[in-house]
Every structure is written in structure tokens, then in C-alpha cells.
């Protein structure tokens, strides 16, 4: 064999890849190339194939910290294979030798007398039409593949320079995807494994984890949908700033969460910053940090980006067709608000108002008077002016850490579940009860309700007071709850609906 330089290589399965193809149409194409090859897929998951008619042999030698893998060929030998060889081919598919009654194997010989026997090794057969670019520097390509009468698209970048396929992925949006080599893919496009994704919403008081599953009738189905507490944005309202352990709290949790995704087998990762990251001043600092320790980039997202994505996720979940619609989704540090007839959006925009910055400025995780609750009321009212002399929608709809776990509390939840959660009514009256019953129990003893996370239970009564006063200025005795919220709708705009 010529003497190979091993590179760093980087490669995505998928049906539709969205921008990534964009960019990639927006490029020069270079040579194009069809070929077939017949596959040898084994658990040991090295690259073993025959093109051309030779034995193409190539070993992982190396995963560096961004997932890039390097690749060695370590033979192309022509058939019919020479026996002193047939060992190196079965010791990278994991296979034991049998006794080799041959000097050499013609290509027939060798799947029917040593690859059939084994059990283990699947011969696949593979139709690549592959065009070539340069992207940063690097060799990339899109290629349509066909194994076994399923189809699939992959792009790939390989460069001697790892740096420069990093950056050469990240800038056709591609990051968050999983480095996925060809024997992997081949063997997840031929079982028909229902594709994964993952998303992740980083908020200013928690961090919500989706993982979900597309079945063969093109439906989601949730496999992992959790958050955790990590207040972000704590403080932030004093310093203009994200400080030191909010951000370390909330990088560990989404370490975690990409560590879940990954082990679920997610074909891609998307995550979104909201308000928190929105106002720090040191956010390109915070995505640093999180993008340094977990491999993923977080993009921050507009306020109405936000609104958008929330009408988005209730459409899908909760069936809304006719009349006005208005969905509001009220977290840490912002509240968005997205109106709408039916699937037709016509606004959508955010407020800075969220349960810690109320929390903060009034001190509502403690015991307080009726006096300090109006005062909070009236604040939050008048950060509110935007929504004032609206007509009454026909449907209003909430989501967010606040509304979720009311209606827990409503409904006695000892262990929430989403399902009783979603489409659940809240009126009035049963708002006043909770804001009354937190008004007047501090942040500890609030933890003791059933239904409440005791991590939400110094912010639930600004959140409360939040949902109460939306109500009131829409004209709402009554709302709907969706358990479904901003992960959900980024899910069906990243990957399909």
C-alpha cells in the first residue's frame, strides 16, 4: 500500500439536512463519482468493504474530544486474496479463524466459506453517488447511498487538521450532529432504526432535556423529557452578568444531557438559549464555556423566535384549529407571547418578565404581607403594558416551569405526569388559592405541597402572579396547560414535523 497520511473524519446520516445543503449548493462542486461496494458489517464496527475489487481495510485509531475520529487504511489487496492475509481481514470484523483450506480466496470463496459461517458479518451491498467540495480548506462531500433498498444522504469532512474540520462542520450548522462513521450508519439505515434527536433549552432558571424518536408513520415519540434546576440566570439582574456557579451548575447538567443523548443513539443535538443568555453581557463567554466542556453550541434565539416555536410545539400537541389563539410561555426571565388564528402566526414577541427577577426584586421566596404581593402585582402589571386592550382570545394557552407545576399541585401529583398535565385547565380561582397558599409559607415550607419541585418553590409565587396577571388582561377565567413548550417546537422545526 502507498504511503497514507490517517486524517480526521467526520460524517452525518440523514434524510433531509436542512442548511447543510444549503451551504454546500452555494459552494463550487468539484468531481462526482458512482460507484458500488459491498459492506462487511460487523460489532467490531471496523471499515471493512470491497470496492473496486480490492480488500479496503480501514481501523479506528483515534477519537479526539470533538468526536472526530481517525481513521488508518491498513490494506488494499486485490482478490483473489492470498490466505497468509485472511486473518488481518478477520481480526478487524472480530471474527475467529477458522481452519483456511485455500492459498487464496476469489471474493465468492471467502463470504461463502468465512463470512456466511461466522454469523456475525452481514455483506451489505451499496450504491454511492458522491460530489466533492472544499469546505474550509477540508475535502467534503455529499454522497446519496442506497443499502438494501434504503436510501439515505450523508455529508462528510476529513482533513489532516482537526481544528479545521471542526470549524469547517460548525460553519455549515452541523455541529450539534454525531460523528457517525459509515459502518454505523449503513448498519442503522439497513435495520431501520427510527431516528433520534435531542433538544436541550437552556433557560434562565432551568434547563429542559428532550429526546425523541420518529416512528415509521413519521410521528414523535418521547423517550427522555426532563429539566433540571440550575438558575442560570441568578443574580443576573444585579450584575448584568452570568456569574461562576450558575454557569458551572448549568454546564454539568448539559454535560449530562449530552452524555443521555448519546447514549440513546440521537442522530443530532439542537440547543437554544432564551432570556438568560439573551441579557448577559458575557454570553459569548457562557457559550464558550459550554461549548468547550460538552462539544455543543448553544444559539441563542429571539425573544419572538422563542413565542414562534412555543405556538409551534401547542399546535402540534394540542390540536387548536379554530378562532384566536394566544399561547404565552412564562419562564425565568422572559415571558414570550405568540397570537395567532389557527396555524397562521400574526405576532409574536417577548417581555422581560420572568419569576426570578420578581423573586429577586421583592423578595416573594419568604413569607410576604398582602401589601408587598400588590406591590409585586402592580409591578408585573406594568411590565406587562404591552398585552393591554387586546380582544379577548378564543383559546388561551400556557406553558412554562410555573404553569406545569400549578396544575401539578391542582391535581395532587406526588410524581408528575406529563400526560395528566397536558391540556389541563387552570381557572382563576385556583390561581388565587395557590398564590395565597405560597404567600404565606416561605420558599422551605413550600417545598412540603404536593405537586411543587422543590427547587421551583422560592420562585412559584412570582410565577403565580405572573400567569394571574396575563389572565387578567386577556380576559381569561379559564386556561390550557401544555406540558409541551419550547424543546418541543425546536424538535419539530429542526428535524420535521
Avoid at 481501523?59 to 492470498?82: H, I, Q, S, T, Y
Avoid at 450558575?246 to 440521537?266: D, Y
Avoid at 434565539?301 to 399561547?327: C, F, M, N, Q
Avoid at 405560597?438 to 410565577?463: E, H, M
Amino acid at each position: 500500500m502507498a504511503t497514507i497520511i490517517p486524517r480526521w473524519e467526520w460524517r452525518v446520516f440523514g434524510e433531509d439536512l436542512g442548511a447543510a445543503e444549503q451551504a454546500f449548493a452555494a459552494l463550487t462542486p468539484g468531481p462526482v463519482d458512482e460507484n458500488d461496494e459491498l459492506y462487511l458489517l460487523s460489532p467490531a464496527g471496523a471499515n471493512v468493504k470491497v470496492r473496486d475489487g480490492l480488500m479496503d481495510i480501514k481501523l479506528l485509531r483515534e477519537v479526539n474530544a470533538d468526536g472526530l475520529e481517525r481513521w488508518e487504511p491498513v490494506m488494499k489487496r486485490e482478490f483473489p486474496l492470498p490466505a497468509a492475509e485472511v486473518p488481518r481481514v478477520l481480526d478487524a470484523l472480530g471474527v475467529v479463524p477458522p481452519p483456511l483450506t485455500r492459498g487464496a480466496y476469489t471474493l465468492a470463496q471467502f463470504l461463502a466459506e468465512l463470512m456466511e459461517p461466522s454469523g456475525s458479518v452481514r455483506a451489505v451491498r451499496v450504491h454511492k453517488r458522491r460530489v466533492r467540495y472544499t469546505l474550509g480548506g477540508c475535502m467534503a462531500e455529499i454522497a446519496d447511498v442506497e443499502a438494501d433498498r434504503r436510501a439515505a444522504r450523508t455529508i462528510a469532512v476529513e482533513s489532516e487538521d482537526a481544528s479545521a474540520v471542526i470549524a469547517a462542520v460548525r460553519s455549515v450548522a452541523l455541529d450539534g450532529y454525531l460523528n457517525t462513521s459509515y459502518p454505523r450508519g449503513l448498519a442503522a439505515l439497513i435495520d431501520a432504526r427510527p431516528p433520534r434527536y435531542a433538544v436541550i433549552d437552556v433557560g434562565t432558571n432551568s434547563v429542559k432535556f428532550h429526546v425523541g424518536e420518529r416512528d415509521a408513520a413519521g410521528r414523535w415519540r418521547a423517550l427522555v423529557d426532563r429539566a433540571e434546576m440550575t438558575r442560570l440566570g441568578e443574580n443576573l439582574d444585579v450584575h448584568n452578568a452570568i456569574s461562576t456557579e450558575p454557569l458551572e451548575r448549568t454546564v454539568a447538567a448539559i454535560a449530562g444531557m449530552v452524555e443521555e443523548a448519546r447514549r440513546h443513539g440521537v442522530q443530532a443535538t439542537a440547543a437554544a438559549g432564551t432570556a438568560g443568555l439573551r441579557i448577559a453581557h458575557n454570553r459569548d463567554d457562557v457559550i464558550a464555556a459550554i461549548r468547550a466542556r460538552t462539544g455543543l453550541t448553544v444559539e441563542v434565539i429571539p425573544g419572538e423566535e422563542e413565542g414562534r416555536l412555543a405556538y409551534l410545539a401547542v399546535r402540534a400537541e394540542l390540536g387548536v384549529t379554530k378562532g384566536s389563539l394566544a399561547v404565552f410561555d412564562t419562564g425565568g426571565g422572559s415571558t414570550q407571547f405568540t397570537f395567532g388564528h389557527g396555524p397562521h402566526v400574526d405576532e409574536h414577541f417577548s417581555v422581560h418578565v420572568g419569576a426570578v427577577r420578581y423573586t429577586e426584586r421583592f423578595g416573594l421566596a419568604r413569607v410576604v404581607g398582602p401589601e408587598v404581593l400588590q406591590d409585586a402585582l402592580v409591578a408585573i402589571s406594568a411590565d406587562l403594558s404591552r398585552i393591554d386592550g387586546r380582544p379577548p382570545p378564543d383559546a388561551l394557552v400556557a406553558m412554562g416551569g410555573a404553569v406545569t407545576n400549578m396544575t401539578a399541585v391542582k391535581l395532587g401529583l406526588a410524581s408528575y405526569d406529563p400526560d395528566l398535565v397536558q391540556g389541563a385547565v387552570l381557572d382563576r380561582a385556583e390561581i388565587d388559592r395557590q398564590i395565597e397558599l405560597y404567600r404565606s409559607r416561605d420558599a422551605d415550607a413550600r417545598r412540603a405541597t404536593v405537586g411543587l419541585q422543590p427547587k421551583r418553590a422560592d420562585v412559584i409565587l412570582a410565577g403565580a402572579c405572573i400567569v394571574r396577571t396575563v389572565m387578567e388582561k386577556l380576559g381569561q377565567q379559564t386556561l390550557t396547560v401544555s406540558d409541551r413548550g419550547l424543546r418541543h417546537g425546536l424538535l419539530i422545526d429542526r428535524f420535521g414535523p
